[in-house]
Every structure is written in C-alpha cells, then in structure tokens.
C-alpha cells in the first residue's frame, strides 16, 4: 500500500489516557491468548471507536502519539507495531454464545481481532488496521451488557495476566464480588495457548500453585497500586480436599485511583524516564516477577535505565543471580544503588600455585587521599541514586 493511498484515510483522534474504553461483556470472557504489547494495541485501536459509528472502520495508528502513550521511544516502534498488528490479525478469537442475526440458538465464533493490516512501505509513521467485521456487536453501539473503564488504567499495567483480568474486573465491578472457577480464571486471564482452530493446545503454569505465584497474586497486585480498582479474593477448596477449585472475588474501587494517572509526557528525550526501548520494558517486567519488585520500585529502575542503559541493570542482575540471597529484590536494589562490580570466578588451577603478584605499595598519605576519593564517590552516587530514583536497600 503507498503512502499516498494510506493517507487518504480518514485520521481518528488518537486516544489519551482520559479516552473510555467500551467492551461488550462477553469479551471480558472471550478465549484468547495475546501478549501485553498486542493487548495494548487492540486496546488503542478499539479506544478509537466513536459512539455514533454504526460500522467498523480502518482505523490509523499515529506512531508517535502511541509511543507517547506506553511511554516508549517511537525510534524503530513502526516495524514493531507492523509485526504486532500481524500477530493480532492472525490469532484466534473464540467466543461462546455467539447469535448471528436471525438465529435462535447460540453458537460459538472463531474470529480473529483484526481483519486488514495497511502499512507503508517507509514507515513514514502511520499503521491501518481495521477489526473483524463480526465484532461489530461486540464493539458497536453497545447500549447493553456492557462494561468501560478508562484507556490510561490499562495501558499503565504491564502483564498480560494483570491486562486482562483488569478488564474482567471491570465487567463485573457494578457486583463488588464474583465466585469463578479456576478453569474458567485461567481462560478470562489468558493462561492458555491456543491452536489456530481455537482450541487450547496447552495450559500455562498448569499446577494451579505456579499460576497463583506467577500470575494471579503479581496481576492482583499490579492491579491494585495503578488502577481504580481494587481486588481481594479467598481460595474456594474443594470440600475434604485442599483442591483449589473456585476463587470468591470482591471488587472495589480504589480510592488511591485520581493521583494514579500522571499526565502523557509530551516530548520523548534522551534523558527521559521513558526513554528506553520496548525489549528493555519487557526486561523490567521479567526482572519486576522474577524478584518480586513493586510498581515504585520498576519506576525507579527505569530511570536508572534511560541514564546508564539496560547493560547496566543486567549485569546488576546476574551479580544478584549468582549470589542466590535470600532476599532477592532488596539485594538486586543495594547493587544497583552502590553500583556493585561483577565478581569474577577464577578456577584455581591445580598443582603448583599461582605466584602473587602484590601490588606497588602506596604511602601513608597517598593511601589517606586513595580511601577518601573513594568514600566520596561511593557516598555521591548513594545519594544520587537514592534522590533521583528512590532505590534504597529497604
């Protein structure tokens, strides 16, 4: 497609953190398996539909406004949102349910989110997409059984896990509590892989106690301190067993919720808190599961990323990975913080022992002057740290 020809398109108005979100309610259920940056771009595409459209359009994906929106530099984001929007056109969709007009008995419909992808071929900034005519019901003037929220909320998150069951608790928040089974929890939360068919090819974290550990307790609590919903839920077991079956579900509204949503920054610099690459923020959310760091905390790496670079943070982290302490995240932040070296591990070599070499030996004063310009260097950048990104060892 030319760039000409896509730029006879109609432009929409891109979304902003403020812009509402409306969803049929059984897409809140619907199986699908995305991941966090697809989620993200269906969610700004879908946000783009106005409430007096009757038809589905192509819709046009301003680059640099979504950039602005994720907090991530648009350089090179065009073939990475080009690749993502392939992904979303080809992955299946499965809802249950389904009444095609005219029928009197439910089906279930294989679709796919998006059904025509236009790019241009020098990426001069825009991408075309337009949704599945079949989700015109599920997206079009839903006057009811539907459910909203605002974009910002959910662009903030950054599980895929937390994406989705923030979107389900928004369906059924109006409640303040919902009984759901786990089986059904782990389709709502997309811990499923599927097939092209629809069909689910394998489970994900199948033993409910790794689910529980690397997706519903981080997604609660992700939710929890950036959205204006709060979630508790208590285990339903299985009577004479300690067979988690069911899990009861209370629904709130946060009240942290206005001060959640900072402003969109509007201009991306090399020296911005957000000025790091997609592959970096994926880094950070590994890294945030696998030690178990708080929102605050991430937002804090993140600065020290734009400054020193994502090197940086992973050499602290295999420095922490070797080490194997006991308390992971508050280790992985006192190296970061004192800007601890890599340890070496040399293997002795067996037999003779090495010759020591000893170093030339220093004055008394030129000793006093070596131990003071190091107490202050460590003592700057301590506090430096600490100012700037909030990373202390507590």
Not at 59 to 67: K, M, P, S, T, V
Not at 309 to 314: L, S
């Amino acid at each position: 497609m030319s760039p000409q020809t896509l730029a006879l398109v109609p432009q929409h108005t891109q979304p902003e953190n403020e812009t509402v979100v409306w969803q049929h309610n059984s897409l809140a259920q619907a199986r699908y398996s995305l991941t966090a940056r697809e989620q993200k771009v269906l969610l700004y595409v879908i946000s783009m539909i106005e409430s007096q459209d009757d038809e589905l359009k192509l819709y046009r994906i301003r680059i640099e406004d979504f950039a602005r929106l994720v907090k991530l530099r648009k350089d090179d984001l065009y073939q990475e949102l080009r690749e993502v929007v392939s992904q979303l056109k080809a992955k299946p969709l499965v809802i249950q349910n389904h009444f095609e007009p005219g029928d009197s008995k439910p089906k279930t419909l294989l679709t796919s989110w998006f059904q025509d992808v236009l790019t241009e071929a020098d990426g001069s900034g825009y991408i075309g997409v337009s949704i599945s005519s079949r989700l015109k019901p599920y997206l079009l003037q839903v006057k009811r059984e539907f459910f909203r929220y605002q974009l910002g909320y959910a662009i903030e998150l950054r599980s895929a896990y937390a994406l989705r069951l923030y979107q389900w608790a928004k369906r059924w928040q109006f409640s303040g509590k919902r009984l759901i089974s786990v089986a059904e929890l782990r389709t709502v939360m997309g811990a499923e892989e599927l097939d092209q068919k629809g069909r689910v090819r394998k489970e994900l974290l199948p033993r409910y106690a790794n689910f529980h550990q690397s997706a519903l307790r981080p997604a609660v609590k992700e939710i929890n301190e950036m959205t204006d919903v709060r979630l508790s839920y208590v285990e339903q077991k299985t009577p004479g067993t300690k067979r988690v079956e069911a899990l009861l579900f209370r629904i709130g509204a946060n009240s942290r919720a206005d001060g959640l949503l900072a402003p969109m920054p509007q201009e991306m610099t090399a020296q911005s808190e957000f000025a790091f690459s997609s592959r970096d923020e994926e880094y950070l959310e590994e890294i945030k599961s696998r030690f178990g760091l708080s929102g605050p905390q991430v937002s804090g790496l993140r600065g020290v990323v734009a400054e020193h670079g994502i090197d940086y943070i992973k050499a602290k982290v295999e420095i922490v990975t070797n080490m194997e302490p006991d308390n992971g995240a508050r280790t992985l932040l006192a190296a970061v913080r004192d800007d601890w070296p890599a340890p070496k591990k040399v293997r002795k070599p067996e037999g003779r022992p090495s010759p020591v070499i000893e170093p030339p030996a220093l004055t008394p004063e030129e000793k006093e002057a070596v131990d003071l310009k190091v107490h202050e260097e460590m003592a700057a950048f301590r506090e430096k740290m600490k100012l700037n990104y909030g990373l202390t060892a507590a």
